[in-house]
């Protein structure tokens, strides 16, 4: 018997590519054949993905009359390439993934009849899961506050989770231990490319405030922007702190393993593995997300106990140092943070889908 194939339809960044690839490892697992379908720049975050073939989908997003006749144009030529690309390949089911090039291959889909579901990173849906979650057989979440779903959709919405990676799954099994007497508090400061400046400059300001007591107990791992760089490491100098910065930390489980507080955006991936990991967090929600996802990310580790969330429009170095202050300063509060983290944690996301694929595939 021929193993079913799975079409993997998936916007080019991140945050779309990550748990789609976690899904097609899955079920490649299971004996499914994959292929994945995406755009340009979707082939940078796809050089191990488990796929036998990749399509290339035209989509497109525009802006006032002549933007959006030429997005018109691209998505039908899209689905043109995907109904050819499905039929050939004659796919069990699509899963899309949000972005625009997940459309053309969800409508290429359901114009044939075939199964579909998508999945939702964010506690907000995303414009192209929410235009076409109407249709689709199924919705998966990441986030149990899911907004923006049209009416009657709920219904068919499945709270599973974001898929992590393994070793940040690993994290789950492991005890935290807050610090204690005058022992070192390990700090993990991250953060994306977007609207970084608050994490690479006014963190680092915030620290250096602290009293003298605490700030030298920390050690800070901190995640900058190049051109931040210089200017972190001298606050840090200054003010006695040993901190290691870099643009970006290959071994971010290894990191997490060791901390006792994060801070950092609060990106859909960042808050499923603070969560699966059990870690205390201060949260800065990216203010230009769309649709104020951040935030919304932010609150279900916040409604849990697990976070503390100042927003953008509030971060001022007094703010953050009082916050940082109160934290890190009471270990039995990290513990108890710790524990909220945790139970927002959905850890097995990832065979949860793909069940859900199997499911939809009969």
Not at 28 to 51: C, H, K, M, S
Not at 225 to 233: D, F, K, M
Not at 236 to 247: C, D, L, Q, S
Not at 328 to 355: F, H, Q, V
Request: hydrophobic content about 45%; aromatic content about 4%.
């Amino acid at each position: 018997m021929t193993s079913r194939l799975c079409v993997v339809a998936a916007g080019g960044t991140g945050g779309h590519m990550f748990p789609a690839e976690a899904l097609s490892r899955e079920l490649a697992g299971r004996g499914w054949r994959i292929v994945l379908a995406t755009d340009r720049r979707g082939e940078a975050y796809a050089q191990n993905f488990p796929a036998e073939e990749r399509i290339a989908l035209d989509a497109a997003t525009g802006r006032g009359p002549i933007g959006m006749a030429k997005a018109g144009v691209a998505i039908t030529r899209g689905v043109l390439q995907a109904r050819s690309a499905l039929k050939r390949l004659d796919a069990a089911v699509v899963v899309g993934f949000g972005g625009y090039p997940s459309a053309p291959a969800l409508l290429a889909a359901l114009s044939q009849g075939r199964p579909t579901l998508l999945h939702e990173q964010n506690a907000v849906l995303g414009r192209t899961n929410r235009w076409l979650s109407p249709y689709v057989g199924a919705v998966a979440s990441s986030f149990p506050n899911l907004q923006k779903v049209p009416h009657g959709v709920g219904a068919r919405v499945t709270l599973i989770g974001n898929p992590v990676r393994a070793d940040i799954r690993a994290l789950g099994e492991r005890a935290f231990v807050a610090p204690t007497g005058d022992g070192a508090i390990q700090l993990l400061v991250t953060g994306g490319s977007q609207g970084s400046r608050i994490l690479s400059e006014t963190v680092p300001q915030a620290l250096a405030a602290l009293p003298e007591a605490l700030r030298t107990r920390l050690r800070v791992q901190q995640q900058s922007r190049p051109e931040t760089l210089e200017a972190a490491l001298a606050v840090y100098a200054r003010a006695g702190m040993e901190a290691e910065i870099a643009p970006f930390f290959s071994d971010m489980a290894r990191r997490l393993s060791q901390a006792h507080l994060v801070i950092g955006r609060a990106g859909a991936s960042t808050c499923s593995e603070l969560a699966v990991a059990g870690l205390p967090s201060l949260l800065i929600p990216l203010k230009i997300a769309m649709d104020d996802h951040q935030r919304f990310n932010a609150l279900s580790l916040v409604r849990a106990g697990g976070a503390e969330m100042v927003l953008e429009d509030e971060v001022t170095v007094d703010r953050l140092a009082a916050s940082l202050a109160a934290m890190l300063s009471d270990p039995a509060r990290l513990s108890a943070m710790s524990e909220g983290a945790r139970s927002a944690a959905l850890p097995d996301a990832t065979s949860a889908l793909a069940d859900m694929v199997e499911a939809a595939a009969i």
